[in-house]
C-alpha cells in the first residue's frame, strides 16, 4: 500500500484512480465493536445519529437484537463462525431493514450472502453466493486489489471491510473500495481506537480526493476532525 501510495502522489492521482477506477464519494457502514448489550447499543445509536445508513454487528453480540432495531437501512450481520438461521430470525423479528450476511461459508438462505476469501481457490469456489467479502487486514492491500478484480471478472459483488486499524490503513480501503466500486464497505475499524497517528472521526461518507490516499470527510457533530 505504501508503494501504491507513494506512486499515486507523485503523479498527483488519487489511489482509487491509480487502481483504475475515479474519484467519487463512497458511503461506509458502521462496525458495532461492542460485544455487551448496552454498550453495543449506545455505539450504534452514536453512530446512527451521525449519519450512518448500514450497520455491520457480529451474530453473536448481545446487542444484537436492540442495534437491529435501530432505524438502519441495510444491516450486515456478520457469522464469525458456521452460519444459523437463529440469528437471522432474530434480526427479522425486530427489523424491517434490508439484510446482508457476512459469513465465512456459503449457506442456504433468502437474503444476499458475502463469504469472507483468502485466495483465488476461495473465489473459485463458490457456488450461490452474491458475493465475496474482502479484510484488508486480513489479506492485504494488494492482494485485496487483485482478489476484487478477479471476484468482479467472475461476476461476484464485493464488500471491503477494516477491522480494528488506524485511519492510515482505513483511507486506503476507502480508495480500495472506490475503485472496486464494492457494493458495501465498512471505513468504520479506527473508530475503535482511543489513539491514533491521524484523526478521521466519524465518516459515513468519504470523498476520494487524493493525492495517494488522502481522503475528505464532512466535520461531524462531535467536531472529531476532518481528514486532510
Known sequence: MAVMDAEARSQGLPLAELLGGEPRTVESA??????????????ARDNLSVG??????????????????LDFETVLLEFTDRPSERALEEVRSVSDAEIVVISPEEFDAEVPIYVRVTSEEDI???GSAEGVALSVQEVG?????????????????IIVLTEVESAVS???????????RAEYCDLSGHLALYEDLESLGYAPEV?????????????DPYELAEAP
Open 207 to 219: 470523498e476520494l480526493t487524493g493525492p495517494g490516499r488522502e481522503v475528505r470527510v464532512n466535520h
Open 170 to 180: 482505513v483511507k486506503a480501503a476507502a480508495h480500495l473500495a472506490g475503485a472496486l
Open 52 to 69: 450512518y445508513t448500514v450497520v455491520r454487528v457480529r451474530a453473536d453480540s448481545a446487542g444484537l437484537s436492540s442495534v437491529s432495531a
Open 141 to 157: 492491500f494488494l492482494d485485496a486489489v487483485l482478489l476484487g478484480r478477479k471476484a468482479r471478472e467472475l461476476g461476484f459483488k
Open 124 to 126: 473459485h469456489g463458490l
Open 30 to 43: 458502521c462496525s458495532v465493536h461492542e460485544l455487551g448489550k448496552h454498550g453495543a447499543l449506545r455505539e
